[in-house]
């Protein structure tokens, strides 16, 4: 039955031809798809093939970041999206594609602090946690270390322990699992009502044995599925051949996200 349900990817990039060329494009993305990819560079696909692709690995859903990353040392924007261009991606399926920056309809905000070598609980933020309190929409941060040629210190997550008790009523999500400081979030998601993790830009089958271990027990509620796009149903299938329990399938791969993102 598990491989009935339709998943809900919580973090994936604009996947347009264009918005991929301009993803890479940075020194920054080239050099970590290098080290990374091998030098291959996703070549995106139009809004209908990306409902298609999504249809065929079971997704109901998928949020797409407008990122807006920093390079910490060029002081220039590495990664620097739109509301509006995600919006032209995204218009044409309001139920299936959702978008992420927290104005204009979308439904939370996806930040990339690490590029400014800024900790989540910098005052800076605050008035950004603020609007998101407003507007009812959570907040994700990519938490952990950085694969980009970035300071990882600031993604240490025990930093977002202030700000969920400044800021009780605001979701935190803390992205890409926190490795390798994974203990760590789920320390922070399992002290606060209000701060979640997601386990993207990890390949399920390669997740730490103590982020599969939190999920398939205590944390089952407070952890998200996301693919990071690297792939619907590679990842989607990659977490339902994981000896998890069907409940936990359920709620990673779905339930939590309706909750959270209040779908």
């Not at 602090?113 to 609980?121: A, F, H, Q, S, T």
């Not at 930093?159 to 009523?169: G, H, N, S, T």
């Not at 051949?241 to 990673?252: F, R």
Request: charged share 25%.
């Amino acid at each position: 039955m598990t491989d009935q349900i339709m998943a809900v990817d919580v973090m994936n990039y604009p996947f347009t031809p264009e918005g991929m060329t301009k993803f890479w494009s940075s020194p920054e993305m080239s050099e970590m798809s290098q080290r990374v990819l091998g030098g291959h560079k996703p070549q995106g696909v139009a809004p209908a093939q990306f409902v298609a692709q999504m249809d065929e690995a079971g997704f109901e859903k998928v949020l797409i970041s407008a990122v807006n990353m920093g390079s910490y040392r060029g002081k220039w924007m590495a990664n620097n999206f739109s509301n509006r261009e995600v919006y032209e991606m995204i218009k044409d399926y309001p139920d299936r594609l959702i978008g992420m920056a927290g104005y204009d309809g979308f439904k939370g905000v996806y930040a990339h602090l690490l590029g400014w070598d800024i900790r989540p609980d910098d005052r800076r933020m605050y008035p950004c946690y603020t609007k998101c309190i407003e507007l009812n929409i959570p907040f994700s941060m990519q938490v952990g270390h950085s694969l980009e040629l970035m300071p990882s210190e600031a993604g240490r997550p025990i930093y977002i322990d202030k700000v969920a008790l400044d800021f009780p009523e605001l979701k935190f999500i803390g992205s890409h699992t926190g490795w390798p400081w994974c203990e760590e979030l789920i320390a922070m998601a399992s002290k606060h009502r209000n701060v979640y993790m997601d386990i993207s830009a990890h390949l399920p089958e390669y997740l730490d044995r103590s982020v599969v271990q939190f999920m398939d027990t205590r944390g089952r509620n407070k952890v998200l599925f996301g693919t990071n796009a690297f792939g619907l149903e590679r990842c989607k299938q990659q977490l339902l051949g994981m000896p998890l329990k069907d409940e936990t399938k359920q709620k990673v791969l779905r339930d939590n996200a309706v909750k959270v993102f209040n779908l």
